[in-house]
């Protein structure tokens, strides 16, 4: 059939990259006698023709010759055919669950999915004839089709179950168990007997313990009513089993001594011509997707099974951070951060298994530890010791280590012990800055370190004024500097970072202009002596610039009649939030600008109430309300405080990413907040953080939590207006 190729009209068709002819050549590559080739065509296909689970109208129209080149004995790479046409199958069944009719590439409506997903159906023998071929390859590829294509929910039963007997390789084995449960949860008809079947393989002391295991996930998976005390405790007996051997004590002592080499394998070094930080993050992406040990898919899925039962998870965990199986230790350092950062409680346990992970010989697991440790901020303080430990296992130069692990491994761990604000991370630092290695990572640490800020701010003020602002992307930006240098607090940087406002100026770089106002603010009437700079920027044309200006000017000076009248014009956007902001900082001198912002928030509220009257979304003004109601509250104080708490709790319950700027104000307000106690409560009783893994997510829920209980014990101590007049 690959003969008719070029009957079809290609390029009326598309894929994620235009016009789809180049497809036919694919397909041929596919076919080629020739690895190198057919490894090229395979990702040239995936890339364009399934990219990122996306499926087209050249993707559909591949189907016949996919399927031809499927059942003909002479293709080579059947099983990476079978597996492709697998993929593209799987993507058409999860899709149709969720929309029948989707927009095509031409912007017209297109039936796409559901298409594929019922030619993938009219082929399900042919899944069937491949599971039972002699190459593994192919059977191992055509499993999971059994469970996906076959709507006979008797017979896909019975062919697993079959294939099971069948099948003596320990990844096909498990591959059948997981199939039995996904075509549980996609047939009714087929979830009692696959139960039954997982029940008898899990509790049968004669079935080998990896399968078992698979039953017992699986089980969790499609039977959740089945998890009970037992689930994690046998879960752990049977990782066991299937682990190997531990160590002798003389070899866990050597895999210790700081004095050895690191033994993992040399990376290839990222192109020199690509910034670093940007070299790092692809690095880190495609690093994010790799297993290291048979069972961590299984205790992933155990893991999103047991779901709240924490303390379930956190045994597991420890088991698995104990494992004397390495590959098992490192799958489990992400799985202990994820359940770390997504759920509050004491885990201080995990937290030091993580840390117990900083071997010195083996940079590679090192690396992962040290990156989940600095994730979770201060709650990293139990593994302070062993990080500090590892750091100062190495000399300072291991920052700049010719080896790329090492390297990795060390800043990661520096990086992480100076968010603690701990001074052994200085010397490594300080290398970073000296030798220019990697200095964009260093910009993590430093403002974390304070009273480090002599050593620290003169280099720092040497890399600003070194700073090339005809170039549109330096390595490390102005805004990065000036942030750090802020946070460091350093006086002797003003100079600096006012010379840096002209040359963006006069650039005409608004955007760095901007973040460099807004440091040189942080210092305050310790920057006064810069005003000369600042204030002629207020009269800017640009209103980002202007704003951060005239926010420069009060912090410098803090004199109302300068700032208030600049204020009139820039509250004209009402999303302009800085100047909002400024002025609530600004307090009862800027009750010019009160009316303003009475408008605003009575607009916005007018404008949600409309919206939810007439069925349409709400709009997304919960930060508009927050920041006014800020505003306000610094402004008219207690006089403001009917209109400032409703608000507040409003943006709160439309967006629960604005808890800690609503919290923020609530603690300023005294009393006037005891309307919110109920929310303030109820956040500070939740066990669970959320699913976020980004960068300060959990600093963010540690000042969530403290700042609930700061408002919880002032109200406790004031008196209740409201009870008073009871009595």
Known sequence: MINDLDKADWASLGHAYGPADDVPGWLRGMMSPDPAVREKAFGNFYSAA??????????????????????????????????????????AVDAEEIYAVICGEDGEESTIYPDIARLMREHADAFVTYAEDPDPRVRRASIEGLGLFLDDAERAVGLL???????????????????????????????????????????????????????????????????????????????????????????????????????????????????????????????????????????????????????DRTALLNEQLHSPDPGTRYDAIHMARSLITSWRGDHTGLVRLIGDCLLPDDSYTAAAAAEALGSLAALAEPAR???????????????????????????????????????????????????????????????????????????????????????????????????????????????????????????????????????????????????????????????????????????????????????????????????????????????????????????RVEQNARNEQNGSAVSNDSWTLVHVASALWGIGDVSEAGTVVPALLAAWKDNDSTVRDVLACLNRMGAAARPALPQIQAALAQPHRGDQMWSGAVAVDLEVEHTCRAILTRLRDLPDPARARSE
């Open 161 to 311: 179950q079959g294939r099971l007997v069948e099948e003596s390789g320990a990844v096909e084995r498990l591959l059948v168990v997981r199939t039995m449960a996904d075509l549980a949860l996609r047939l009714p008809a087929a979830a009692a007997p696959a139960r039954a079947w997982l029940d008898a393989l899990a509790d049968s002391e004669t079935t080998d313990p990896d399968t078992r295991l698979a039953a017992l996930v699986h089980r969790a998976r499609c039977a959740p009513g089945s998890i009970d005390d037992q689930t994690a405790r046998t879960a752990i007996e049977l990782l066991r089993q299937v682990t190997p051997a531990p160590q002798t004590k003389e070899a866990e002592q050597r895999e210790r001594d700081p004095s050895r080499p690191c033994a993992c394998e040399a990376e290839p070094e990222p192109d020199p011509n690509v910034p670093g930080h940007i070299a790092a993050a692809f690095t880190d992406l495609e690093r994010q997707g790799r297993v290291h040990a048979t069972t961590t898919p299984l205790l992933t899925a155990l893991h999103s099974a047991l779901g709240t039962r924490v303390e």
């Open 50 to 91: 399934l990219h990122q689970g996306s499926l087209f109208s050249s993707t559909q129209a591949s189907l016949p010759f996919l399927l031809a080149m499927a059942d003909a004995p002479g293709t080579p790479d059947r099983g990476e055919v079978v597996a492709l046409l697998l993929s593209i199958g799987r993507e």
């Open 385 to 603: 010791e062993a990080l500090a430990a590892y750091v100062t296992a190495h000399r300072p130069d291991a920052w700049a280590s010719p080896h790329r692990a090492v390297r990795r491994a060390h800043q990661l761990a520096v990086v992480a012990l100076a968010s603690l604000g701990d001074e052994r991370a200085l010397p490594s630092l300080l290398v970073a800055l000296d030798t220019d290695t990697d200095a964009w990572r260093a910009m993590n640490a430093v403002g974390h370190l304070p009273e480090c800020a002599a050593d620290l701010a003169p280099r720092l003020i040497r890399r600003l004024a070194d700073v090339d602002h005809s170039r549109q992307w330096p390595d490390i930006s102005p805004a990065t500097l000036a942030f750090a240098l802020a946070k460091l607090g350093d006086p002797t940087a003003v100079p600096a970072l006012a010379e840096t406002v002209r040359a963006a100026v006069r650039h005409k770089q608004g955007r760095t202009a901007e973040p460099v106002l807004k440091a040189l603010a942080s210092f305050g009437s310790r920057a006064a002596s810069v005003l000369d700079v600042v204030r002629p920027l207020t009269d800017s044309d640009d209103d980002a610039l202007s704003t951060a200006a005239a926010g420069a000017v009060w912090e410098l000076e803090r004199r109302p009649e300068s700032v208030v009248p600049l204020l009139e014009h820039l509250l004209d956007d009402h999303r302009n939030f800085d100047a909002i902001d400024l002025a609530g900082r600004i307090g009862p001198g800027a009750a010019a600008v009160l009316p303003r912002l009475r408008q605003i928030l009575s607009e």
